[in-house]
């Protein structure tokens, strides 16, 4: 088992362009989600998706958008970046609410 | 405003001693707290977890304390050891957003052999 998987590893982006990061994971859990992690700050929770075809807004959706056509993947997209969005990004799942969450090994996003 | 809190940012301890890391919490409603431990370029993986319903948790090496009336959790490690250095995040949740989990802004500990 691979557990949760994020795609790319590393990006630049110029302010301005858009780009989609990846989470896959192979546990058939129900619940994935989106944390952004700033120096001195917690992870704080972008959206999640309770199910195949549901999204839901977290702490700080604005500037994000999110789909999940399909069980295993959860897709964050950024259709304008901000340098306000540079951040390492971590992907989560879990098999149902308030249970263990696991997470793949982030992605980190320059944005100049 | 954070609502989970970690005032100390690093922590470091001789190998063998008790490590001893702190977490507040501001939001009453919070009922459930888990501990999750992140080395460098990988994700946070699950260590404990500790319901409102108790106020100890005991898991081989790992304590996690409750007190709910001064909104307090600490995790102790004992006897700590070199692996465990890493930074410790604290998270919580309660039952009406249990989608929710409130992050602090983690500890890294340093065990020195």
């Known amino acids: 088992n691979a557990g949760v998987t994020q795609t790319p590893k590393f990006r630049v982006l110029k302010t301005g362009q858009s780009m989609t990061l990846l989470c896959a994971q192979d546990?058939?859990?129900?619940?994935m989600y989106w944390y952004r992690q700033d120096p001195g700050m917690g992870l704080r929770l972008i959206h999640y998706?309770?199910?195949?075809?549901?999204?839901a807004k977290g702490e700080v959706p604005d500037g994000y958008n999110v789909s999940r056509l399909k069980k295993q993947n959860f897709l964050l997209g950024l259709e304008s970046a901000a340098p306000s969005q540079t951040s390492v990004y971590f992907c989560a799942s879990s098999y149902s609410e308030q249970e263990t969450q696991y997470f793949g090994p982030g992605t980190r996003l320059l944005v100049l | 405003d954070q609502q989970v809190k970690q005032n100390s940012p690093s922590l470091s301890v001789q190998e063998g001693r008790i490590s001893i890391l702190n977490c507040d919490y501001t939001n009453s409603m919070f009922d459930y707290f888990l501990w999750y431990k992140k080395y460098p370029a990988e994700g946070p993986t699950f260590l404990i977890s500790i319901s409102s319903i108790k106020d100890k948790n005991e898991d081989g090496r790992f304590t996690v304390f409750l007190n709910k009336s001064a909104k307090h959790l600490s995790l102790h490690i004992v006897p700590s050891q070199p692996g465990d250095s890493a930074v410790y995040f604290c998270?919580?949740?309660?039952?009406?957003?249990?989608?929710?989990?409130?992050f602090g802004s983690g500890t890294k500990l340093n065990v020195k052999p």
């Open positions: 998706s309770v199910g195949e075809g549901t999204t």
């Open positions: 998270a919580a949740n309660d039952e009406y957003n249990f989608n929710k989990f409130y």
């Open positions: 546990m058939n859990h129900e619940y």
